[in-house]
């Protein structure tokens, strides 16, 4: 099996959609179940060259398997902030792509002057919470019953 991970295009755009539905369907990991745009998902999709963020696609021949991205993190504070979230169908887990998406994604945010990545995740998600960690992510606090913010400072990490 030969996949490509390479930037989002527009035509990738209702693949994506699909993917992130059967996510968000499927697992009780994901914070909706079914694709809901944020205006940062809106801008993505319609200005996918746009510098400010970046959205990666995993595909399997014509199929989108999975996505990460990372989004601005606007009004919080004077840092540089991005959000990170992502997303694999089943059958592409535990095959070390996450992983490869999530220090991609760290190294691109430390090349643009990002300071800081945020997630948001659900305490129980070991197996995410085991990628993140090892990509440099530590817990930072608890915003709700379920879920668990986690963030990644940027200077002097190693995203090799
Ligand atoms: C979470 C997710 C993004 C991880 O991507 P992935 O490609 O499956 O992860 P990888 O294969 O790169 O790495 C998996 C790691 O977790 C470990 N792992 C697997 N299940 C685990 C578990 N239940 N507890 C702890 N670690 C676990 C694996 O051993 C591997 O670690 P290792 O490389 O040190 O051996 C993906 O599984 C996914 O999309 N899950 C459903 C949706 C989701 O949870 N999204 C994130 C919401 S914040």
Known sequence: MTLQIRPFVSDDRS???QAIDA???ESRWMCTVRFEPTPAWTHAL???R???HLLLVVKDAEHVVSWCRAFPRVGRSNAREATLGIGLLPP????GIGIVLVRRSLNWAQNVGYQCVRLTTHPDNARAIH???CCGFAS???IAEDVLEMSCYLAGLSTA
């Open 23 to 25: 996510v968000c369907g």
């Open 140 to 142: 930072t606090q608890r």
């Open 131 to 133: 990628v993140f960690t």
């Open 15 to 17: 693949g994506l959609v």
């Open 46 to 48: 319609e200005e996918p």
């Open 92 to 95: 592409y887990r535990d095959r």
């Open 50 to 52: 746009c510098p400010c």
